[in-house]
């Protein structure tokens, strides 16, 4: 089955910065790949997705790129703010209907 | 803007107790899905439901589980004997194309 592994677990950006967080996936069959942002005790929340034909894309401040050759994909956060602070998953899925694969997650802090 | 809901917010139960956790997904929603989080880990995949029936189920998904539509609007989760490492956080989603949607979740407490 398919296994999305993300990196890093943890990352610590100034206030303004960019983070980027990257993940690979073992099945080149997945299509879609959506990011997610976690609040501490809050449901995931869906932030930006890309699908396999489409090799980037962006949304003010976060973009998403794929690499479909080397099966792995990143989210962007350009001028991170204080409230960006969370944890963020990527997924994958193979088809419409199937479930996510989610990443580790990884714990962004944004310092002021 | 509709949203994915889910009752109760807390459980708390004893070891060998049954619960049953209750999501109403989004109306226009096909796909409906049950995710759990233990505190600090990844969102674990469940299972998944369409037209009635079960679509898929991971090994955790055993037969201590169980899911069930009652009706047009409810969809529920049953764990028959709690264990404690049952205690997570449990949450419903349901899917409009390959979007996935999230309830605010139950936090489990099995002691």
């Known amino acids: 089955g398919e296994n999305v592994e993300q990196h890093p677990s943890t990352l610590s950006v100034q206030e303004g910065d960019s983070a980027v967080i990257k993940c690979t996936y073992s099945?080149?069959?997945?299509?879609?790949f959506p990011w997610y942002k976690q609040e501490l005790g809050k449901r995931p929340q869906l932030i930006i997705d890309i699908r396999s034909n489409v090799g980037e894309k962006k949304d003010q401040r976060i973009a998403v790129t794929l690499n479909k050759t080397a099966k792995h994909f990143s989210l962007h956060i350009t001028e991170t703010q204080p409230e960006d602070s969370a944890v963020y998953f990527c997924?994958?899925?193979?088809?419409?209907?199937?479930?996510?694969?989610f990443g580790a997650g990884t714990i962004l802090r944004v310092k002021s | 803007e509709p949203e994915v809901t889910q009752t109760p917010s807390h459980q708390v139960t004893q070891m060998g107790q049954e619960v049953i956790l209750r999501c109403v997904p989004i109306?226009?929603?096909?796909?409906f899905y049950w995710y759990r989080q233990i505190l600090g880990q990844k969102v674990e995949f469940l299972v998944s439901?369409?037209?009635?029936?079960?679509?898929?189920k991971s090994e955790i998904f055993d037969d201590q589980f169980s899911v069930e539509r009652p009706d047009g609007s409810n969809f529920t989760l049953k764990i028959r004997s709690t264990k404690l490492e049952d205690s997570a956080m449990y949450f419903c989603a349901s899917r409009q194309g390959q979007k996935l949607f999230f309830g605010s979740g139950t936090q489990l407490s099995v002691l």
């Open positions: 439901f369409y037209n009635n029936e079960i679509s898929e």
């Open positions: 099945d080149s069959a997945s299509n879609y």
């Open positions: 109306s226009n929603h096909l796909y």
């Open positions: 997924a994958a899925t193979l088809e419409y209907g199937n479930k996510l694969v």
